[in-house]
């Protein structure tokens, strides 16, 4: 019989890892900050929408397939890297520029912003280890087709709702002033966190 508490623990273990700093985060903020609260509500659209593909293609059996032929972890796992460095570029050129020079991603439409975060998540490695993570760890989401289309509504629920508090919060001029005040030392980190992460992933994929 189907419990709907059952999946609270899996649930707050998604939040804990999507709601986290990460390249869709970032990317929902930096729309909300120069793009406004419209194009970010479409980060958060294509969040919800992801995260629900993500759900229903390792329900049915992609973690498992993954798990068998190593060779496709392996493959999204390098493209996610070459992303990752592709920020931590980027993040660590902001840190290193002028203090005041609050990097905006300026110009984009609802309809665009929802394709880029649809692409950040897409070739994101993190989504990839989250759902082998929850497949291990929480069988329950995956005894039954109401289990499972629970859990995918509720992951969608959980992605789509917390972006679009990142997307109305950082749309404000006060969340824009204290972005900038704080810009130079958390993109450093966020540089630096990511060059990290992207060289063990590579690292992972050659097998050191």
Not at 43 to 68: D, T
Not at 142 to 152: C, I, L, R
Request: contains cysteine; hydrophobic residues 55%; charged residues 10%.
């Amino acid at each position: 019989m189907f419990e709907p508490l059952s999946l609270a623990a899996p649930l707050i273990f998604l939040a804990l890892n999507v709601l986290t700093p990460g390249p869709n985060v970032l990317n929902t903020i930096g729309t909300a900050l120069g793009s406004g609260r419209a194009a970010a509500y479409g980060c958060a659209a294509a969040c919800a929408i992801g995260v629900l593909g993500w759900a229903a293609a390792a329900l049915l059996g992609a973690g498992a397939l993954f798990a068998a032929v190593p060779e496709l972890r392996d493959g999204l796992t390098a493209i996610g890297a070459l992303v990752l460095i592709y920020f931590a570029y980027r993040y660590l050129r902001r840190a290193l520029g002028r203090s005041d020079a609050v990097q905006r991603i300026d110009g984009v439409t609802p309809r665009g912003a929802f394709s880029q975060a649809l692409l950040v998540l897409a070739t994101n490695p993190k989504a990839l280890t989250t759902w082998i993570a929850l497949l291990s760890i929480f069988p329950q989401i995956s005894v039954s087709w109401v289990s499972m289309a629970a859990f995918g509504l509720g992951c969608a629920a959980v992605a789509g709702g917390g972006h679009a508090v990142y997307a109305t919060v950082f749309s404000t001029s006060h969340a824009a002033r204290i972005y900038a005040k704080a810009s130079r030392p958390v993109n450093g980190l966020v540089g630096v966190g990511f060059t990290i992460y992207a060289v063990k992933l590579l690292a992972g994929v050659a097998g050191y």
